[in-house]
């Protein structure tokens, strides 16, 4: 009798890297909708992610619902370790 064997490599899943993606897709999106509408995207952003207020965010291209999809203490954590990591070499 022949046995049928999946003989493919295991695929390895890293969550915290598609949670990264994900937050990193959602920061390019909301930047193109406010950036469309004449916002400068980084003042608002901080602002919602400072205050919490989701009227910093424009609802074009339903940017608003795009940046709730996501916890704000997520996006700071994620904000904050790009930066120290691109500015690690820097500071030694």
Known sequence: M??????????SFDADQV???????????????LEER??????????YLISNDPAYISSHKNARSIIQ???R???IEELVRFYLEENEGENK
């Open 73 to 75: 203490h997520e996006i």
């Open 2 to 11: 022949s046995e049928n064997r999946d003989i493919s490599p295991t695929v």
């Open 69 to 71: 999809s996501v916890e």
């Open 38 to 47: 004449g916002y400068n995207a980084i003042n608002q952003l901080a602002g």
């Open 19 to 33: 949670r990264r993606e994900n937050i990193r897709q959602v920061l390019l999106l909301v930047q193109e909708a």
